[in-house]
């Protein structure tokens, strides 16, 4: 491990650590404004296996995020808690099993087809819940008491929702920065780079990405079971290509290729969002957030190419760049 | 359904599916040549329908004049703002990853959405149709279909056939074509790609803001209109064939029908038809049905 990688692990690290001290800081806004941070970081998280890691960019992955939250309601008993021990894992293998159809079919296409297909399919889960009655149409479905682990955990409190979402985030995050790692994850790598090359050295890539992309639905289906628990409520707006964009645009934000880049952007763009819609800072003007979102966005584009994770590298370049400038000049000077 | 109504359902069918290749023309067109993403190209649209709204009192004032010559402003206007948006925000973008250009107009969408809330606000409107072409056709015994449609059906229509002209037969044309296929190429034969980039770019905003100002009669106008056009523009485009103005035209008309006849046929399963077709053409021609270049 050189010194880079150590400090990217310092920086992560300590990233959980600020998060799990953090409800003796801020009240119960605070926690629950966290918590949803914090669940859209998983959901990125799962993106980000596919677009960082394997180069598949999929607009659909709302579709597994609303299986696994709908999954979560619907299989819930209406008068008791749901045993977390079966109701979790079953929302996630629900939202797997989505992704195993819909990867087995969409990746036959490539490119700007693959975004397409994906979001093909992703509307299909939507209208579905969306035009039947299977999930409460238009009006959504409440989830009237919350998954527990006996007495153990109980998820209807707020403050062991947040811890438990943590876990599951940094459970997430240590399982594919191992899978990354991996024999597996060097073959996602070699396929995002050059999957001819990949095929011509002997593997079958097909196998590979179906495998990435049944996994990262899977991962989406976490964080739609984590959704749905702490709102008590799902309706068709989870599987909307909005919020498969919206999920988009935070990896990208942060820094594709960078699983922390993945946890940046989820908190760069909720957190921005939060402070353009504050009328304590924007008065009446705060009704009109999408300005400055949309401005701080354009922004980003055009100052931060790597995204948000390759600022400190920017900046090293600069000093870097400016300190090699200066010595150059001075032997300029010496000579003359 | 009988005669009638089955020949209403079908000029109904067309003018959406003109109207859709008139949108997704403009992204097939950007997306071809240029490699861009344009996630924004839903909001010119929406520009449009309210420049039609918006735009007729203070054209009327100014120049005397009615419906047409707001539609000659505003296409002038457009123009203008799609020159001036290439050079601004896209320019520097070519170099960069398709995800960053996805970025950039996403970020775009959110600033145009919030200045139209700002300047016009956030209610939906109607627009007249101009006076002409405010009356109805007898079609059959009971049934009437309005000129204005027409009108929007013969405007597409025309545009169409003027793409295809500028396409395969100007030098201008020629230059796309050949800019699509090889952008190294085409500058070391001495053509300014940057130019040629800045028309196109210009071209494919006034197409969809002149497109959005035609269908404002039609839709009525209203807040967001921009996105749910984008998706079923970015549908067309695909299934056509990215950078295929033949196979956008085509995609687009299928779409129409089939989203027209969808709601009269089957309306629970309506808004889920186009992407059933769209999966099922991708699955079965993975690029598309006409691939370009």
New interface residues.
């Given amino acids: 491990m050189n010194h880079i990688d150590r400090s990217k692990a310092a920086f992560v690290a300590a990233c959980f650590a600020v998060l799990a001290l953090l409800p003796l800081l801020t009240g119960s806004y605070g926690v629950d404004l966290v918590t949803k941070i914090m669940v859209y970081a998983i959901f990125a998280l799962s993106l980000e296996l596919l677009v960082g890691a394997t180069g598949l960019v999929c607009f659909g992955q709302a579709a597994f995020f609303g299986i696994g939250a709908y999954a979560a309601v619907l299989l819930s008993p209406a008068s008791e808690a749901a045993g977390l021990w079966w109701l979790l894992p079953v929302s996630i293998v629900a939202a797997a099993m989505y992704a195993l159809a819909v990867g087995a079919l969409s990746l036959r296409t490539k490119g700007v087809y693959f975004i397409m297909v994906t979001l093909a399919f992703a509307q299909m889960a939507y209208y579905v819940v969306h035009d039947t009655p299977l999930g409460g149409g238009t009006d959504g479905i409440y989830l009237y008491v919350k998954p527990a682990l006996g007495s153990l955990i109980d998820l209807d409190g707020s403050l062991t929702l947040y811890f438990f979402t943590l876990a599951c985030l940094v459970a997430a995050f240590a399982f594919l920065a191992v899978l990354l790692r991996s024999r597996f994850g060097r073959a996602l790598a070699g396929i995002r780079v050059n999957e001819q090359r990949m095929r011509a050295t002997g593997f079958s890539t097909y196998p590979y990405k179906l495998a990435a992309f049944t996994l990262s639905g899977g991962i989406a289906g976490l964080a739609g079971f984590l959704f749905a628990v702490k709102d008590g409520f799902v309706n068709p707006e989870l599987m909307s290509w909005h919020l498969s964009g919206a999920v988009l645009i935070m990896i990208i934000l942060g820094g594709i290729g960078h699983l922390r880049g993945a946890l940046i952007g989820a908190f760069a763009f909720a957190l921005l969002q939060e402070f353009f819609k504050s009328e304590a800072i924007f008065g009446a003007f705060a009704k009109h957030w999408h300005l400055g979102l949309g401005l701080t966005i354009i922004a980003s584009v055009a100052l931060l190419p790597r995204g948000l994770v390759g600022l400190p590298g920017q900046w090293r370049e600069r000093l870097i760049g400016r300190s090699r400038s200066a010595t150059v000049g001075q032997e300029a000077m010496n000579e003359a | 359904m009988d005669f009638a109504t089955f020949l209403i359902q079908c000029l109904n069918s067309l003018q959406y599916g003109l109207l859709l290749f008139l949108v997704a023309s403009g992204l097939t067109l950007i997306?071809g040549i240029m490699g861009v993403?344009n996630l924004a190209h839903g909001s010119f649209y929406m520009i449009g329908a309210y420049m039609a709204f918006a735009l007729a009192p203070v054209v009327a004032t100014t120049f005397g004049g009615g419906f047409f010559a707001t539609l000659l402003v505003g296409t002038v206007l457009a123009v203008a703002l799609g020159y001036v948006l290439e050079w601004i925000?896209f320019s520097?973008?070519y170099e960069?990853?398709h995800?960053?250009q996805?970025?950039?107009t996403?970020?775009?969408?959110?600033?145009f959405?919030?200045?139209r809330?700002?300047a016009v606000g956030d209610d939906v409107h109607g627009v007249q149709p101009p006076e002409i072409l405010a009356g109805t056709l007898p079609l059959g015994e009971m049934m009437t279909y309005p000129v204005y449609r027409l009108f929007v059906s013969g405007v597409c229509l025309a545009l169409a056939i003027g793409m295809w002209f500028v396409f395969t037969r100007t030098r201008l044309g020629m230059m796309i074509r050949a800019g699509s296929t090889n952008r190294e190429m085409v500058q070391s034969l001495g053509i300014d790609i940057k130019f040629l980039y800045r028309v196109v770019f210009a071209a494919g905003v006034a197409i969809a803001v002149l497109a959005g100002m035609v269908a404002a009669p039609v839709s009525s106008v209203y807040p967001g209109m921009g996105?749910s056009v984008l998706?079923i523009c970015?549908?067309v485009v695909?299934i056509g064939g990215?950078g295929s103005i033949r196979g956008a035209l085509l995609a687009a008309l299928l779409i129409g029908a089939v989203d027209t006849f969808g709601k009269v046929l089957v309306p629970?399963?309506a808004?889920?038809l186009v992407?059933?077709l769209?999966?099922l053409i991708?699955?079965w021609k993975?690029?598309?049905l006409f691939k370009a270049g």
């Fill in positions: 997306f993403i925000f520097f973008l960069r990853e995800l960053q996805v970025l950039m996403y970020g775009l969408i959110l600033v959405e919030e200045l809330s700002l996105n998706i970015f549908v695909v990215i629970q399963a808004g889920v992407y059933v769209m999966a991708l699955l993975p690029d598309g």
